[in-house]
């Protein structure tokens, strides 16, 4: 659980947030693999989005290459 202070005047309360998670728990080495985990998720993320666009560019170049391919072969009959 977090915490945070509200100041009131001179005396200052420590208030508990609600459904916070308490960073200062974890050792540091634990935050970095989270973190080196998250990063590799948004890399794996990008890849395939990567690979998604580039499949969806090849279908769409056959096409058209399959278009000129026949507009040639009517122009050399």
């Known amino acids: 659980m977090g915490s945070k202070y509200i100041k009131a005047g001179n005396v200052v309360y420590n208030a508990v ?22 990063k590799l998720e948004a890399a794996k ?3 395939s ?16 290459l399959d278009k000129l391919k026949t507009t040639v072969k009517r122009r050399n009959r």
């Open 17 to 38: 947030k609600p459904l916070a998670q308490d960073l200062g728990a974890k050792s540091v080495k634990k935050m970095k693999e989270l973190a080196s985990k998250a």
């Open 45 to 47: 993320f990008d890849l």
């Open 49 to 64: 989005q990567a690979k998604a666009n580039l499949v969806k560019t090849f279908k769409e170049s056959d096409k058209v």
